[in-house]
């Protein structure tokens, strides 16, 4: 069936430096790819989101590739701070429903 | 405006009893989804209501599990007979108009089955 894989599932990071988390799917006919933040004991929350007809969509300091040929999908954080530490999720949707990664946990160091 | 309102915010209760939870999703908003999230777990999808269509009901666990939305609205998720591994936060979202578009989250039914 239909599958995300996401990595890795923690990341710890010193701040200011770069993170990346990584995602693979399995559905060829997926066309929408969220990215969600969830802090501890909130709600997720989206913070970036691309569809399948762009390679690369930036906002401030967070940025998502899409490579459809080889099926994955990536978040780029730069100039991490601590107020990024939480639990990031991938999602992908094709013909189903929406499906969603593991989820990463991403510490940023002071 | 309004976001996506769950209650009861936290719900304990005995093994064997049954629970309902709410969700009241934004106006307008005509998709539904119910997750559960285990503590220090992912996401994991029960059941999404779109429109008038029927439900896609695949996530649900077993058949203690179900779910209805009255009037394109409000949702309920009921669980019979419920057992400690049950216990869990039940999260609940809503989105404009299907799955790809930016799903709103509640904040959540934590529920504690003893």
């Known amino acids: 069936g239909e599958n995300v894989e996401q990595h890795p599932s923690t990341l710890s990071v010193q701040e200011g430096d770069s993170a990346v988390i990584k995602c693979t799917y399995s559905?060829?006919?997926?066309?929408?790819f969220p990215w969600y933040k969830q802090e501890l004991g909130k709600r997720p929350q989206l913070i970036i989101d691309?569809?399948?007809?762009?390679g690369e969509k930036k906002d401030q300091r967070i940025a998502v590739t899409l490579n459809k040929t080889a099926k994955h999908f990536s978040l780029h954080i730069t100039e991490t701070q601590p107020e990024d530490s939480a639990v990031y999720f991938c999602?992908?949707?094709?013909?189903?429903?929406?499906?969603f990664g593991q989820g990463t946990t991403l510490q940023v160091k002071p | 405006g309004a976001g996506v309102s769950q209650s009861p915010s936290n719900k304990v209760t005995e093994k064997g009893k049954d629970v309902e939870l709410r969700c009241d999703p934004i106006?307008?908003?005509?998709?539904l989804y119910w997750y559960r999230q285990s503590l220090g777990q992912g996401l994991e999808f029960l059941i999404y209501?779109?429109?008038?269509?029927?439900?896609?009901k695949s996530g649900l666990p077993s058949d203690r599990f179900s779910a209805e939305r009255t009037g394109g609205s409000v949702s309920t998720l009921t669980i019979q007979r419920t057992q400690q591994e049950d216990s869990a936060v039940y999260l609940c979202?809503?989105?404009?108009?299907?799955?790809?578009?930016?799903?709103?989250f509640g904040p959540g039914t934590r529920l504690t089955v003893t």
């Open positions: 979202a809503s989105s404009l108009a299907g799955q790809n578009y930016e799903q709103y």
């Open positions: 559905d060829s006919a997926s066309n929408y």
């Open positions: 691309i569809r399948s007809n762009v």
């Open positions: 999602a992908a949707v094709g013909t189903g429903k929406l499906i």
């Open positions: 106006s307008g908003h005509t998709a």
């Open positions: 209501f779109q429109g008038n269509s029927a439900p896609d």
